[in-house]
């Protein structure tokens, strides 16, 4: 199987968009009070990096180039890539808008070897979109997922299933999938810091330290035992991204950052499926590698990222850090069901097609409609005249300690 990573996504679009920026920093953000969702190489090697604040950015890279994002022809693109790899296999498995398995099995006949099916799929989504992307061709999801991450930037890196377990033995314990940074600690303080470690360590010890169903899935890994097919059929049934502060941080505004930026995120990825979610999860690990979860249950599923960024803050707000800076902000939503038959307000999208006139609320500092909770700060679901304007969300009161 193969599975395609599309290298820095939001920016290698606005980069073909705009080729006379190659070779200059920018950043893919909104630049009055927003953060930083994607940067090109010039910019990351100046330390710019997502979430971070563009005030920030802009002090580290006063050169650099902002640009706004654009939602609407990031998901155009990707359907278009999308399409590109079901013209190999009609199996193929899309995860978020820049990623996607492939079951090439049935196409070799016609194709060829898998290595002559990447270069391929490079090949056309560098000729019809400007952009590209990494590939890793292994036996199992795990080791390919592996191998594009190593392959990147474009690049295809090949495990023939007989080289998996040395390629696995050779790579930290924390690149295995499911290795947050307190189990990679806890499994160091045991000694466990490559995958050959982990492999050759006894099973019942393992469990110990990061519990019975993680550390059976994590020894499977360890030994290259990856069950799962590509699944073309596949619902998902949450959605989730987060963010790592190196560094920590104690700053309430930039952990407020993050959020808004995860919210925008997953609410957009649950547009693309056409998906809303009825839970909001938010995780935070502080530098002390404590980690709390916080949930809410709310009573009408919503795809808004307005909607979920209140609950996300509320949830943020009411978890005891103890003082401690904030490693990782983690958001999930949950409890995902079709958008079909849901009454809702229209999309960022959809409402930017309508006139001018039709809108409501007005944000009184640009004088027109926005999104200012959004971390994309793209246009905002407003509720046009003769709507009703009250939120589509309430939230189920519970115990968060």
């Known amino acids: 199987m193969l599975h395609v990573e599309l290298d820095a996504f939001f920016a290698s679009v606005e980069l073909a968009r705009r080729p006379q920026l190659r070779g200059r920093p920018m950043i893919v953000a909104v630049s009055d009070g927003g953060v930083v969702l994607a940067a090109t190489d010039e910019a990351r090697a100046l330390g710019v990096d997502r979430p971070m604040p563009v005030a920030t950015a802009l002090t580290l890279c006063p050169q650099a180039v902002v640009v706004s994002p654009d939602p609407a022809t990031y998901r155009e693109v990707s359907v278009g890539v999308m399409a590109v790899l079901r013209d190999v296999t009609a199996i193929v498995e899309q995860v978020g808008l820049d990623s996607a398995f492939l079951d090439v099995r049935g196409a070799r006949r016609r194709l060829g070897p898998p290595s002559d099916i990447a270069a391929r799929i490079r090949s056309r989504v560098r000729d019809d979109f400007g952009l590209t992307c990494s590939v890793g061709i292994a036996s199992t999801k795990a080791v390919a997922v592996l191998a594009s991450s190593l392959a990147g930037p474009d690049g295809v890196l090949l495990v023939p299933k007989a080289a998996a377990l040395s390629f696995l033995r050779a790579l930290p ?74 560094d920590g941080a104690a700053d309430v505004c930039a952990i407020e950052l993050a959020a808004l930026e995860l919210a925008e995120r997953c609410t957009a990825r649950l547009r693309q499926r056409g998906r809303v979610a009825r839970t909001v999860s938010v995780t935070v690990r502080t530098s002390d590698l404590r980690t709390l979860t916080r949930s809410r249950t709310l009573t009408t599923p919503t795809d808004v990222g307005r909607e979920v960024n209140l609950v996300a803050r509320t949830l943020l707000a009411g978890a005891d850090l103890g003082g401690q800076p904030v490693r990782l902000v983690g958001l999930r939503l949950e409890g995902l069901s079709a958008a079909s038959g849901l009454v809702r307000d229209p999309t960022p999208e959809e409402a930017s097609d309508l006139p001018d006139s039709r809108w409501r609320g007005v944000d009184p500092a640009v004088g027109q409609p926005c999104d200012v909770s959004g971390a994309a700060a793209v246009w905002a679901s407003a509720t046009p005249v003769g709507r009703p304007a009250a939120s589509t969300t309430t939230i189920v009161p519970s115990d968060l300690s």
Do not use: I, K
Not at 231 to 240: I, K
């Open 173 to 246: 314990v924390g690149a295995l999938g499911g290795v947050g940074q307190r189990a990679e600690a806890a499994l160091a303080s045991r000694g466990v810091r490559t995958v050959a470690d982990l492999a050759d360590s006894d099973l019942a010890v393992v469990q110990r330290v990061v519990g019975a169903v993680a550390g059976s899935h994590l020894f499977d890994l360890a030994w290259g035992r990856d069950p799962r097919p590509v699944d073309p059929e596949r619902a998902e049934r949450s959605v989730g991204a987060d963010v790592t502060f190196e």
